[in-house]
């Protein structure tokens, strides 16, 4: 089975479609994919292009990138792996799977996120207030958060790593996660 590849996007401005890209030949340019990532907000940046989140799958988890987002102005939903480690409230450090199983069972929403060859999707999304990692020098804390998806049937866990200026809703930051599985290029790989 061929490796996937990687996917990225700036979410929600005119125009996103033209610096969402797949990153399948980071290794062979020299640089790791966050580093592409990088790269390209700073390319989307110098054109004028402000966009108010990122969205990104698991390589694009790391603190580097995440702290880069920000210190660009804008937020970021970031898929990451179980055995991420985050800050509950508690100050307890635990992976974020066990973060999410620390979610109380009526903080958890069933929650529509598009159409498959199987029907309709429902997970089961809460989320859960970290500590930030990677809060860029002078710049304020705003909001992070650990995004948690359930599969309503197996109980299959995914994670994502949130960072806003402002609170947002629950239905904004899934509408965000979403976002590169519902690009045609995606479907398609």
């Known amino acids: 089975m061929p490796k996937r590849a990687a996917e990225f996007s700036v979410w929600r401005y005119p125009g996103w479609e033209r610096i969402w890209e797949r990153v399948p030949l980071a290794s062979a340019l020299g640089c790791s994919r966050p580093q592409l990532a990088d790269g390209l907000l700073d390319r989307a940046h110098s054109l004028g292009i402000r966009a108010a989140f990122v969205a990104g799958d698991e390589v694009y988890g790391g603190r580097q990138l995440r702290r880069g987002i920000r210190?660009?102005?804008?937020?970021?939903?970031?898929?990451?792996?179980?055995?991420?480690?985050?800050?509950?409230?508690?100050?307890?450090?635990?992976?974020?799977?066990?973060?999410?199983?620390?979610?109380?069972?009526?903080?958890?929403?069933?929650?529509?996120?598009?159409?498959?060859?199987?029907?309709?999707?429902?997970?089961?999304?809460?989320?859960?207030?970290?500590?930030?990692?990677?809060?860029?020098?002078?710049?304020?804390?705003?909001?992070?958060?650990?995004?948690?998806?359930?599969?309503?049937?197996?109980?299959?866990?995914?994670?994502?790593?949130?960072?806003?200026?402002?609170?947002?809703p629950l239905a904004r930051l899934i509408a965000i996660a979403v976002v590169p599985a519902a690009t045609p290029a995606r479907r398609s790989a």
Do not use: F
Not at 96 to 121: L, Y
Not at 152 to 164: E, F, P
């Open 71 to 168: 210190q660009r102005g804008m937020g970021y939903v970031t898929a990451v792996r179980a055995n991420h480690t985050v800050t509950a409230g508690s100050g307890h450090t635990v992976t974020a799977a066990a973060a999410a199983r620390m979610i109380p069972a009526r903080a958890w929403h069933r929650m529509r996120t598009g159409s498959g060859t199987k029907g309709t999707r429902h997970y089961d999304w809460a989320m859960l207030e970290v500590t930030s990692d990677d809060t860029p020098d002078g710049h304020s804390d705003g909001h992070s958060l650990l995004l948690a998806r359930r599969h309503r049937y197996t109980g299959k866990l995914s994670c994502y790593r949130c960072w806003t200026p402002r609170p947002a």
